[in-house]
């Protein structure tokens, strides 16, 4: 029913800034998240949003990123300043509507030191 296409990965020095994008298929997604996943490393919670705005940061990134979402756009944002090398991972963008989750494709980031 959905389809979630992430963008906006890439490498980056420690101390820098990135701004990853999802693009939904289509409107009216209650909840829309990230996640992400290191090499060997379970799947976490990074930042998630729901459609009246309200959000939710694992401890490890709180101050430092910023989700947000354009319902116009269909679309998420999760701004990351100050990065460090441990947020090195694949960033999966998530969404939850109608007790269905969906998953893109996955993005890397890397950051090096």
């Known amino acids: 029913q959905v389809q979630l296409v992430e963008s906006g990965g890439g490498l980056v020095q420690a101390g820098g800034s990135l701004r990853l994008s999802c693009a939904a298929s289509?409107?009216?997604?209650?909840?829309m998240g990230w996640y992400r996943q290191a090499p060997g490393e379970q799947r976490e919670l990074v930042a998630r949003?729901?459609?009246?705005?309200?959000?939710n940061y694992a401890d490890s990134v709180k101050g430092r990123f910023t989700i947000s979402r354009d319902n116009a756009k269909n679309t998420v944002y999760l701004q990351m300043n100050s990065l460090k090398p441990e947020d090195t991972a694949v960033y999966y963008c998530?969404?939850?509507?109608?007790?269905?989750?969906?998953w893109g494709q996955g993005t890397q980031v890397t950051v090096s030191s």
């Open positions: 289509r409107s009216r997604i209650s909840y």
């Open positions: 949003i729901s459609s009246s705005g309200s959000t």
């Open positions: 998530n969404g939850f509507s109608d007790y269905v989750n969906y």
